[in-house]
């Protein structure tokens, strides 16, 4: 029996096994950076989104968004709900819904409808001419001034300056209404 023979392939064998041990183990400390990054990239992504009406760029990463973008959701938002005709204000007012908060849809989706039956009674029109939007200060607060003019069978009813308030928040990416209200003395 040659031992030095026998002693050749165990001695082989355990390099055999530490090689692939070794690799076993950087296999997993790069599956485990690959991990870390990915989680990473995942959490700091930012989307740019360039819609044809907009000539720059707009930012959103997360729960958080630029001010372009806020400015242009706000009016998006106000001219939906300021912006109507009888035969045009329960659609209207249908696409502002789906920018709503669900914490506060069903109030808003009650006071809308009294507002479409109102509308549709009278035959009221509505619109709204934006003369300044700013947002205010730090707060998820958008203010949005300008001159707002009400018809009844194409017969002016009311013309004023108004002044309006959006609360917002952005969900996940995605711009949700929380409030609207009129603020006097505009």
Known sequence: MKLSIYGNKLANAMAENRLLKFCLVLTMG??????LVAYHA??????VI???MVDHKIEIRGNDADDDYLKLMSRYSIKLLLDYTPSNAEQNFSDFLKLASPRVFRSMRSDLDKII???????ISSSFQINT?????????IELI???????DDVRIEEAIENHIIEYEIDDGTF???GVSQKNGA
Request: glycine residues 4%.
């Open 146 to 152: 300008g001159l707002r003019s009400k018809f009844a």
């Open 176 to 178: 949700r209404i929380t």
């Open 133 to 141: 939007i700013k947002k205010l200060g730090t707060t998820d607060r």
């Open 50 to 52: 360039l819609p044809p």
């Open 117 to 123: 039956e109102e509308v549709i009674r009278l035959k």
């Open 30 to 35: 790069v599956t485990i950076v690959n991990s």
């Open 42 to 47: 995942m959490n700091n992504q930012k989307v």
